[in-house]
């Protein structure tokens, strides 16, 4: 079936491309971020898909001051100052006349600057997906849809879902559970698998760690559980968040009680603050030390004693 003539009118904001991801579902996959999240984690890891709007992500530190990105940008964004030294220069970027065009990010021959969130049509984006088609056949991978949340562009994720299916390429949706049910409805049956992340049990932890209930996702568990869905839960595991035994056995209650492949627990760390910095947003990261393995084993363990294959990713 021709994609682009069932699927050209479709569009969405992508965010990035991760290819020969093993990570992300079974196998070797590509990974397309989709922009956009309902959830506000302290610890996210990919701030730059949060805001559904396309953003500009600046890296002071590789700028060699070439000066093209203030030649090109219509808005007067860029401005140099010079610096302390006579050689020197200050390279300030004025984000209330940035529009994220990205017309400095193409010009941009060191990497300071990257447009993160572009549009792109369904046929756009599986011909880069289907590049690796021989990848997925000979390790059992496929397509991720990931992000942000790919269930805030609930018709470009059904389209792409739908387009993977049809060229016989497996599909797995990594998600926060945070949407409405029928969107789940109708991606469940273009969806071989659902990765689906549980941060909290308690409905003020979630709070707390999100800026959202749980309930909608735990509602939303139970519901693509009973409709026969593969499930895999992913656990990230932060310190002094939800690494507390108290945290980790009511998770591991919910595990008994709803059908999943296993549950996989991953490690809290802080390497996206760069990202926070380059984007001009505040840096909510968690100032705590990655969980030890002895932490990590004790965790796994808790959650094993209810029934669940855990894995620690």
């Not at 760690?209 to 996702?217: A, V």
């Not at 980790?248 to 627990?265: E, F, W």
Request: include cysteine; glycine fraction near 8%; charged fraction near 25%.
């Amino acid at each position: 079936m021709n994609i682009q003539n069932d699927y050209n009118s479709t569009t969405g904001i992508v965010t990035d491309f991760k290819r020969f991801a093993v990570h992300d579902g079974d196998g070797i996959r590509t990974t397309v971020f989709l922009k956009g999240c309902p959830l506000r984690c302290v610890w996210c890891h990919n701030p730059e898909s949060i805001s559904p709007k396309p953003e500009l992500a600046f890296y002071s530190e590789k700028c060699t001051g070439c000066g093209e990105c203030m030649r090109v940008c219509p808005n007067g964004a860029h401005l140099f100052e010079a610096g302390d030294t006579p050689d020197s220069y200050i390279h300030r970027l004025d984000r209330t006349k940035c529009a994220a065009c990205g017309k400095c990010a193409e010009v941009c021959v060191s990497g300071a600057l990257k447009l993160c969130g572009r549009r792109m049509s369904v046929d756009e984006v599986m011909k880069i997906v289907a590049e690796d088609r021989i990848f997925y056949e000979t390790s059992n991978g496929g397509m991720t849809l990931s992000g942000g949340e790919p269930a805030m562009q609930p018709e470009f994720a059904l389209a792409l879902l739908r387009a993977a299916k049809e060229d016989r390429i497996s599909t797995a949706l990594d998600t926060c559970g945070y949407t409405k049910r029928e969107v789940y409805e109708s991606l469940l049956p273009y969806t071989d698998i659902f990765l689906y992340d549980i941060k909290h049990i308690t409905d003020e932890g979630h709070i707390r760690c999100t800026g959202r209930s749980n309930r909608l996702i735990l509602e939303n568990l139970r519901f693509l559980s009973d409709a026969g869905a593969k499930i895999e839960i992913r656990i990230p595991l932060v310190p002094t968040y939800n690494d507390d035994a108290q945290t980790l056995d009511g998770i591991g209650r919910l595990l008994s009680t709803v059908n999943i492949t296993k549950a996989k627990l991953l490690p809290y760390h802080s390497y996206a603050r760069s990202k926070y910095l380059s984007l001009g947003i505040p840096d909510t990261l968690p100032d705590v030390e990655r969980p030890s393995s002895e932490r990590l084993d004790a965790a796994a363990k808790l959650l094993r004693g209810y029934g669940a294959n855990v894995v620690i990713g």
